[in-house]
Structure formats: C-alpha cells, structure tokens
C-alpha cells in the first residue's frame, strides 16, 4: 500500500499479536516504507482512538482460515469448529465497527478474510448493512476461481463481494469493497 501511495501520506498498520507486530515493523523498515506507523493494540479499539480519521481502511479479520485448508495436512484443519466460527464472527463484527468508526465520510473499506463460509463473511456483511450506513461496490477483478459472494435470503448487494475458491495457483478467500455513506 506504502508504494501504491509512493510513500507519501500516512498509513496506520495495526497487529494484535507481539510477535507478528514486531516482524511487520521489521518487515515496513526493511521496504523503507516511511509512512507506516505500525502499532499492537486491540483492533475493537482503534475505532474509538481514531474516530473518522481515515479515508481508506483493510480490514483483514482473523477468520477459521477455511480457504487455507488441505485435505491432505490434518494439522490445517484440527482446530475448526462450528463454535470458533461462531466466536470468530462475532469478533469480526466487533472489528467492522471500529473500522467503520475509523473511516471517515465517503471512505471506503476493504473487508478480507481467508475463510469460505458464509457466517463469517455474507452474514456480516448483512449485519454491516442493518447496522451501518453502508453500500457494497463492485469489485473488478477477473479470476477463473472468482465467484459472488452468496446472497440467498439476504441483501441483494452482497452478491457484489467476492470468494475466491482455493486452487492450485492461490489459497481460497473472502473478499467485500465498501463504501461509508
């Protein structure tokens, strides 16, 4: 994102976990990335310290991983349950309201997850949609694995997110463009 921007502006990288906040600060200064203030704190947070401050905000959430899995590797799915997908997403509706309160009016925000299943993606999308004011936007981008998201007995525009099915070329993924009207 830093050269996208061509390093000018300003970029807040948040990392819950110590660990992978100290590779990403390594990682930022290593790419010479200047405009990247990388900080460890909870993400349910960052909406009340930074109220509107945003214009564009990824909101890459924890997921059960699920377009991650090989059926071949127990060890990539020994931990899924239908309670830690339940636990999960309650977590990411928790993570789109304190991004949604970080972006400012008219900002636009990019939901991901690595997981495929409709709890944890579709449904808090619609959860976004009755709680938030928000719109879905088309996302152009072609891939053979690329499908829309599901939107049966749901609000139409989240057949505008998303899912890239798991193939030999990339894992699977979860991914909504959304405005903050």
């Not at 976990?17 to 990388?38: H, P, T």
């Not at 008219?106 to 939901?111: F, S, W």
């Not at 798991?166 to 894992?171: G, L, Q």
């Amino acid at each position: 994102m830093a050269a996208m921007m061509k390093n000018d502006g300003y970029i807040l990288a948040n990392e819950l976990d110590k660990i992978r906040c100290d590779r990403l600060q390594y990682n930022v200064e290593k790419q010479g990335a200047n405009i990247v203030e990388v900080i460890n704190n909870r993400g349910e947070k960052v909406g009340e310290e930074y109220q509107e401050q945003f214009d564009k905000v990824l909101l890459d959430a924890p997921c059960s991983g699920e377009g991650r899995f090989l059926g071949n590797n127990v060890g990539t799915y020994r931990n899924w349950s239908k309670r830690t997908v339940r636990e999960l997403a309650k977590l990411q509706k928790k993570l789109f309201k304190s991004a949604y309160t970080a972006l400012k009016p008219n900002g636009m925000m990019v939901y991901s997850t690595c997981t495929l299943n409709k709890d944890e993606n579709e449904n808090v999308l619609q959860w976004a949609i009755e709680n938030f004011n928000v719109k879905l936007l088309d996302i152009n981008i072609d891939f053979k694995e690329k499908m829309q998201g599901f939107n049966d007995g749901l609000d139409d525009s989240i057949n505008k997110a998303i899912r890239i099915l798991p193939s030999k070329n990339m894992e699977g993924f979860f991914v909504a463009k959304i405005k903050k009207n």
